[in-house]
């Protein structure tokens, strides 16, 4: 009897943590034997080991009765007069349906991989946009700090070159009986960057810097002069140049990821094979940062190197609601489409720049961060071909395009100041609000299964 009430109690006590007991404070050692009255809060013990049909419950406990609640089963004669029971934060067993669990019929989730690149720079020159950054790449003389005459360019960011980003875009769709299909997406790309090292070239002068006065200069070749990249800046109002005589390291990386929620209207087609046209709704939320990394390097005049540095960080935050229209080719083989959008977003924009050792070491570090918002529309493209390869898997393969507008990239919020004050020349490096805009564009491959 004593074994079979110990496991009737540990299964009671696993069915819910919401039964609640009320222990005998008395314990027992093996070998004590434990007198139960005949019948005590509903329970009948009389009936050898539980009976046939095993013990009955229910009730209210006897007067003067401190062992077992009613509904606690008996206890074997020693330990505890109750088992331990569980402390758990929900008292009641939660029951889920498996239906719950399982997707509608007709629901589909698409994985796909993604080969985007994003938008380079260009010919962004890396200084102010001063005397010596226009045109950008182009060497110019300057009066270097012990008053010599030398030759420097700025360098221009066509040389950073972002290759194809891999990234993955995760798809889930729910079909609405007779309304539509609700549609959930989620992607994201590998960090595009780039890394350059600008070093000393042979520039071009025109022969008549030389020979000002001579005629016929203008009649000769060019000279090639040795030139080094150099950072352009203004100095009280004055155009300047800071060269880097032992090169100029350069690091750039842009990162973007994006998710969309949206309803597809497809009531409007009647049923079966043939073109589609499906409005859609939504909204859209694209995550854009940037980051650029310079680094140059320069003799001091009697002193130690200097190795100055300016980086800047921009970041993007665009979310708003999206309009399209999706065209679908339907057949029974394969499905062709093409889905333009656009979004009417809003963008909280976020730059940061910083400076240190920038004109010399003794130069102190500098920043200098701002925030604003910014109405940044996205246009979307989206072209696909899905084939059938069984009853329900497809295959996907897709072109993807979008722009975004009025945004914040790292190289263009530098604004390339230095001050003098009470005698003592200093860097203002700050960041200045310049919107641009961003394309990405590539393909997609990946599977479709349907639930």
Not at 99 to 124: C, D, H, Q, S
Not at 141 to 148: C, W
Not at 150 to 161: H, K, M, S, T, W
Not at 377 to 389: A, E, I, K, M
């Amino acid at each position: 009897m004593l074994k079979t009430g110990r496991t009737l109690a540990m299964t009671l006590a696993a069915w819910g943590c919401g039964l609640t007991t009320t222990c005998m404070a008395q314990t027992y050692s093996a070998g004590d034997v434990v007198t139960l009255p005949a019948s005590a809060g509903g329970y009948d013990y009389s009936s050898g080991a539980f009976g046939d049909s095993g013990p009955a419950y229910g009730g209210v406990s006897a007067a003067g009765y401190q062992g077992m609640p009613a509904n606690c089963p008996p206890q074997p004669g020693y330990g505890a007069a109750c088992e331990p029971q569980p402390t758990c934060w929900w008292k009641r067993p939660l029951l889920i349906s498996p239906g719950l669990l399982k997707p509608p019929r007709g629901a589909f989730f698409r994985t796909e991989y993604l080969l985007w690149e994003i938008e380079e720079l260009g010919n962004v020159p890396l200084g102010a946009d001063n005397f010596f950054a226009n045109p950008a790449g182009v060497t110019r003389p300057f009066i270097a700090p012990d008053g010599t005459l030398d030759f420097a360019y700025v360098p221009r960011l066509d040389e950073i070159q972002f290759r194809d980003n891999s990234g993955l875009r995760l798809t889930y769709g729910i079909p609405l009986k007779n309304y539509g299909a609700l549609e959930f997406s989620g992607w994201l790309l590998e960090q595009a960057s780039d890394h350059y090292e600008f070093g000393t070239i042979r520039g071009e002068i025109p022969a008549t810097f030389f020979l000002p006065t001579d005629p016929t200069a203008s009649s000769l070749p060019p000279l090639l002069v040795d030139s080094t990249p150099g950072t352009s800046f203004l100095l009280d109002g004055q155009d300047f140049i800071r060269n880097h005589e032992e090169g100029l390291n350069l690091t750039y990386k842009s990162d973007m990821w994006g998710a969309d929620a949206k309803y597809v209207v497809d009531s409007l087609s009647p049923p079966g094979e043939g073109l589609k046209l499906k409005p859609l709704f939504g909204l859209k939320y694209v995550g854009f940062q940037e980051g650029m990394y310079q680094t140059g390097t320069s003799q001091g005049i009697g002193e130690p190197a200097i190795i100055s540095s300016i980086t800047s960080n921009t970041s993007n935050t665009i979310l708003g609601g999206t309009v399209g229209l999706r065209a679908e080719l339907v057949h029974r083989w394969f499905i062709a489409g093409i889905q333009p959008a656009v979004t009417f977003a809003g963008n909280i924009a976020e730059s940061r720049v910083a400076s240190e050792r920038f004109l010399d070491n003794n130069d102190p570090r500098s920043g200098d961060d701002s925030s604003d918002f910014e109405f940044s529309p996205v246009l979307d493209l989206n072209t696909y071909v899905r084939v059938c390869l069984s009853e329900n898997l497809r295959l996907s393969v897709g072109y993807d395009a979008f722009w975004l507008s009025r945004v914040y990239r790292a190289a263009k919020i530098i604004d390339y100041e230095a001050v003098t004050e009470n005698g003592v020349t200093r860097s203002d490096i700050r960041t200045k609000k310049q919107v641009d805009h961003v394309a990405v564009e590539g393909l997609s491959v990946g599977l479709e299964y349907i639930f």
